[in-house]
């Protein structure tokens, strides 16, 4: 989203948005969690949208669209893309269609149940190697957001049942080692006493942590499927993690990476000193 604007005499304006959704029940509350941080939401039916865009009378800075108002409408994700605003896909796990769509787009999804917070790091879009007009991006936090994103992504790859898991594992690691900084042998540690969850979900609670996002990127070629998971951590070497050995095979940690590449990404490849790993599914 763009920086706030300034009225006429120095008040400040914050950026608006257009909400472009239906009946969803969580919407307003959305909605409303984003007002009391300085967002303006102007609520607007599919047809509203689409009839503002055609009379050229569109002067916000982002838009957040509902996937389930798509339908009946084709043109419009493409037109509200068009505009080179934030754009912001809120998906369901079942809309695979529309995330076909959106990937091709190069938009940026989250996926419902969503949070105020997901919602504003999508909206500012991340740069770098994410932002690319060949793939979608998506922010991820919980293991929540991990089961629910794993499970839409992997359904454009042909085995979706196995991409699932090796999405998951990498993911959740981005989470628990990067962003949270839990080591080895801590989560040894937690996994022995059976407090493993319960220290994430209290990592996730604290303040600190509320706006520290991974992010998956998603891009489909004409035979493959690309995946690249970032997270906001140190690094580490994945070496010693890249194939199971009898050490590791009886522990119920350090198996995750070998695990996604044995059954998913052969070709896992990890960059920035293990900050970010990509992976490819063959089509």
């Known amino acids: 989203m763009s920086d706030p604007q300034t009225r006429q005499g120095g008040a400040p304006v914050g950026p608006s948005l257009w909400w472009v959704g239906g009946e969803a029940t969580d919407s307003a509350d959305l909605r409303q969690a984003l007002a009391i941080g300085g967002v303006t939401c102007t609520a607007l039916r599919a047809k509203e949208a689409l009839a503002l865009l055609q009379a050229g009378r569109f002067g916000v800075d982002g838009v957040v669209v509902e996937a389930a108002v798509l339908t009946g409408h084709p043109g419009l994700l493409r037109a509200l893309r ?128 509320a706006e520290r996002f991974a992010w998956l990127r998603v891009e489909c070629r004409p035979r493959e499927v690309r995946f690249l998971i970032r997270d906001l951590g140190g690094g580490f070497d994945p070496t010693p993690y890249l194939d199971l050995n009898a050490e590791l095979s009886v522990e119920p940690y350090g198996r995750g990476i070998a695990v996604a590449r044995m059954l998913a990404f052969p070709d896992l490849v990890f960059l920035d000193g293990g900050r970010c790993v990509e992976g490819v599914v063959r089509r």
């Open 82 to 209: 068009g505009t080179g605003a934030p754009l912001v896909l809120l998906l369901e796990v079942e809309d695979q269609a529309v995330l076909a769509e959106g990937v091709g787009l190069g938009m940026v999804g989250v996926v419902r149940p969503a949070s105020p917070e997901a919602l504003r790091a999508a909206l500012r879009q991340p740069g770098g190697e994410l932002a690319t007009s060949a793939g979608s991006t998506f922010p991820f936090r919980t293991l929540g957001d991990v089961a629910s994103l794993s499970l839409l992504a992997a359904a454009l790859c042909p085995d979706p049942a196995v991409v699932q898991i090796g999405l998951s594992e990498l993911m959740v690691n981005a989470v628990e080692h990067g962003n949270l900084g839990l080591g080895f042998s801590q989560k040894r540690e937690l996994m022995a006493a059976g407090e493993w969850r319960n220290e994430v979900e209290r990592l996730l609670s604290l303040p600190a942590n």
